[in-house]
């Protein structure tokens, strides 16, 4: 059976490969991702007198600690799993430190929801978060004065999370560059994916084994995969993610389309 000049065995051997591959993919990833902890730089921004003040003995002190170069931070903790992190998981504290500069305060500006019993402890200059229940969507919000500009080290021994994500917001420039560069990379790969999948069982001006094309389509949708993954965890998951990678996925079939159309009339159609 043929329709659109594509045989139907290759059309089911293409098919079984590509969900082949999907189907354990999807699964490792969420029981990957089920358990997650990010921790998020929001802003830091540097106290400093005007350029031309004439204050020059102004100091800065917190806690009665004087500081030369006082910086302050707004960080968010936040569950970016699906599954709920118990106090019991966690065999060490979350532990923030700095390697340039040293942490001088701390305290907890706000959580979401606003009953989340967290604390924080700051000692020898390192911020520790003792255990607690953390629910998907928690987050913990935490302001933090250091002496220098910080430059953040996070980490933590909790089981099912493999390492707390560190996340540096105020360079977002470069996070929109790799996401754009990654959709890019999802849209050719998939067009170039329906090439092959709308020329299956061509032989006429396609010459390609078998085996070459399957290897050809499962580079390219895990190619896919593994982009499309970093287009979702740049919008967090959700409605909006889906709807992108299903628009591009959309496109990028029909552009498949049209290549192989424009093969079979160039090359003449499958025999």
């Known amino acids: 059976m043929k329709m659109l000049g594509m045989d139907w065995k290759y059309f089911t051997t293409l098919a079984i490969g590509v969900v082949g591959l999907a189907i354990p993919f999807y699964f490792s990833q969420a029981e990957l991702n089920s358990h997650s902890l990010t921790l998020r730089l929001v802003t830091s921004s540097g106290l400093q007198e005007p350029v031309y003040s004439e204050l020059h003995d102004l100091q800065i002190t917190v806690n009665g600690t004087q500081i030369k170069s006082p910086y302050i931070s ?89 390492e707390v994500v560190y996340e540096d917001q105020t360079k977002q420039s470069s996070q929109v560059g790799r996401v754009v560069t990654s959709a890019t990379l999802v849209f050719l790969s998939l067009s170039m994916y329906g090439f092959f999948f709308f020329m299956a069982g061509s032989r006429n001006g396609l010459k ?39 628009f591009l996925a959309s496109f990028a079939f029909l552009l498949g389309y049209g290549f192989s159309r424009n093969h079979r009339r160039k090359y003449g159609p499958p025999s």
């Open 74 to 162: 707004s960080l968010v903790l936040i569950n970016t799993g699906s599954k709920p992190i118990a106090s019991s998981d966690f065999e060490t504290p979350i532990m923030l430190s700095s390697r340039y500069s040293k942490l001088i305060s701390a305290q907890i500006t706000g959580t979401e929801p606003d009953d989340i019993p967290a604390k924080i402890l700051l000692e020898d200059g390192k911020l520790k978060i003792p255990a607690f229940l953390s629910n998907p969507k928690d987050q913990i919000k935490i302001t933090l004065v250091s002496s220098g500009m910080p430059d953040f080290l996070v980490g933590a021994r909790i089981a099912g999370v493999k």
């Open 208 to 246: 390609v084994d078998t085996a070459v094309r399957m290897i050809t389509i499962v580079c390219l949708a895990g190619g896919t995969l593994a982009y499309a993954e970093r287009v979702i965890d740049f919008f967090e998951g959700g409605t909006k993610s889906l709807v992108i990678l299903l």
